[in-house]
């Protein structure tokens, strides 16, 4: 049987509890993923925090070969907006936190970004964005012909038919620097956009948290943890339970395409509405004068999405 060569994957994270998650899932395939680098930005806390964050979830997986690459400090054009209320202070929870035996690696994110496309065969490197897109536009303004290299990127950004979840109409990934977000649609890279509309079909019900819990790995208690709080959080601020999964469904997509159904759409952003800054329009009727740009997500299998969750943390 031929050996499978690892995907060369960049994580681009703000961890942030669901982010946690996400790249607890792509620590656990090493035999999917060569990871490249996870490179870190401000957006669910400051800059610092979520690159500490990155290499204390990088540790607890055992995946210190992975580098991790601080990025951008604030947005764009706008300041940063934390989401705190959320994901706790120190963006992983309740968790009890420790300090990492090794910290980020020297680098700014955006320039990684550029170096990692350029140095590999082109459209061999994936991208996955779990947070505001501020490093990569800023890897894109540096370098713009790394948009012709770029392999696929799937981002966990918007909202169509869910509404959203930070303003009446804004996914808080993009709504946390949506000058960033329209910089990277327009870029003419190979996109696919996992937002709510098929992130709230991914549901951390008890049972399927419990199921986590059970599995005697550090990843999967963590990721347990995460999901408990997230759970008691949501119930407490918006009444609602089983929360969404959000940003694990890029690693999802990246593993299993199948557990999602995908549409070309035109997509654009709103920069200049105090109202409805963030907005994403996700136009569906497509042609010569609304070109597609993208292609967005709208079904996911959250059964078949927390089944991969349990199998692949269950390994490490």
């Avoid at 990934?173 to 990277?184: F, G, L, Q, T």
Wanted: proline letters at 9%.
């Amino acid at each position: 049987m031929a050996r499978v060569t690892p995907l060369p994957l960049i994580i681009d994270c703000d961890p942030g509890v669901d982010d946690a998650i996400a790249l607890l899932l792509a620590f656990a395939c090493p035999d999917t993923f060569d990871l490249v680098a996870v490179t870190t930005v401000t957006g669910n806390v400051a800059a610092t925090q979520t690159a500490r964050n990155a290499c204390i979830v990088r540790q607890q997986a055992g995946r210190e070969d992975v580098p991790v690459y601080a990025g951008a400090e604030a947005p764009l054009s706008r300041p940063p907006v934390a989401a705190t209320h959320f994901h706790g202070e120190s963006g992983l929870g309740d968790l009890r936190l420790f300090d990492p035996d090794a910290g980020p690696s020297p680098g700014f994110a955006p320039d990684v970004i550029v170096e990692a496309v350029l140095a590999r065969p082109p459209k061999s490197v994936r991208l996955a964005a779990t947070g505001p897109l501020t490093n990569l536009a800023l890897a894109l303004r540096k370098a713009p012909e790394i948009a012709a290299r770029l392999g696929p990127v799937v981002i966990m950004g918007g909202a169509r038919s869910e509404g959203g979840n930070i303003t009446a109409s804004a996914e808080y990934n993009i709504h946390a620097d949506p000058h960033a977000a329209s910089e990277v649609f327009a870029a003419g890279l190979d996109l696919t956009l996992i937002g709510l509309d098929a992130t709230h079909q991914v549901r951390a019900t008890p049972e399927r948290v419990v199921a986590l819990g059970n599995i005697p790995t550090a990843s999967a208690r963590m990721a347990a943890a995460l999901l408990d709080f997230a759970y008691r959080t949501q119930l407490d601020l918006v009444g609602w339970d089983n929360p969404p999964l959000h940003d694990p469904c890029t690693i999802a997509f990246l593993l299993a395409p199948d557990l999602f159904q995908t549409r070309r759409v035109n997509l654009q952003v709103e920069t200049s509405s105090p109202l409805t800054l963030g907005h994403t329009a996700v136009e569906f009727r497509v042609g010569p004068d609304r070109p597609a740009n993208a292609r967005w997500a709208t079904r996911a299998d959250g059964a078949g999405v927390f089944a991969l969750l349990q199998d692949r943390l269950a390994r490490r």
